[in-house]
């Protein structure tokens, strides 16, 4: 199924005469034999044939482009070079030291790259120091997400109701807006959620060595393997959940259901807090050390 999605995609794009080219992102740069990730404070050593590559990662160089600049600069068969070079670049992307994005039309690469490219490929985005512009950076990947499902979901229900007059237009207008208003809580809860874990961090001078990655239908943040304190780790999921369980108490007293759907989707966070997952797994491992650092003062 994946090699036919690939298959249509590629069809898709020499039909629209677009073309996928390789970059360096932000904050990544080559040192003489190393490619040094700032964000992480890391570097990754590379032989020369890996460094004349990354070199020819500028934006506008496709792998086909590279493949013809280095034939002429080694002795080496198409088909060797071709390979070596995937391999070279397809690691580095795992390591997301490499992105890519579709160029062509400017309008239709944009929406390609808005409808499909942002699902299939990954983007690094470096932390802010303000607190604030970080929460606006996190709102703003999530929104740029979820913004085509909303098309798609959306436009035939305001088709359908535009084409009929139905008694149950105000209906299914109300239900459209719970619809808004819950995807907008699971949202914000979620943007909330991450946002606090970095401010936190700050509040309580902690350098941060990271970025905000978004891959395919997810938004995370990456880091190098520094300690998180339990605050933290808590508060993340923690507050989400309380402003949901305050929504969720205001909708009884009122009986609105938008109200609900938007305690709903921030009290979803609670779920963090359960020891299966990444927080609850944080929050244990922390408790349960304090308890042992505990018992062996005594």
Known sequence: MKLFIIFIIEKLKSLLKLKTVFFIPDNVCISENFVIDTDLDKSVKLNDIACNILSLLDGKNTIEDIVSILLKKYNVSKEILERDINIIVSNLQNK???????????????????????????????????????????????????????????????????SFTLDSNYRINYAIGCYFVFIFSMIFG???????????????????????????????????????????????????????????????????????????GFVINIINLLPFTKDGKGILEKILMKKLMKGATK
């Open 190 to 264: 979620f943007v909330l959620h991450e946002w606090i874990h970095i401010a936190v961090s700050k509040i309580q001078n902690q350098e941060i060595h990271g970025y905000i990655l978004a891959k395919r239908f997810t938004v995370s943040i990456v880091k190098v393997n520094t300690e998180s304190s339990l605050l933290s780790i808590l508060l993340g999921p923690l507050i989400p959940s309380i402003l949901g369980i305050i929504f969720i108490f205001i909708s009884l007293k009122t009986q609105s259901m938008m109200t609900f759907l938007l305690g709903i």
């Open 96 to 162: 997301n030291l490499v992105e890519c994005k579709i160029v062509g039309n400017k309008i239709l690469a944009f929406f390609f790259n808005l409808a499909i490219g942002q699902y299939l490929q990954k983007k690094r985005y470096s932390i802010p120091k303000s607190k604030i512009a970080t929460f606006l950076l996190l709102f703003y990947i999530l929104v740029e997400k979820l913004f085509i499902m909303w098309l798609i979901t959306i436009m035939p229900v305001y088709f359908f109701i535009n």
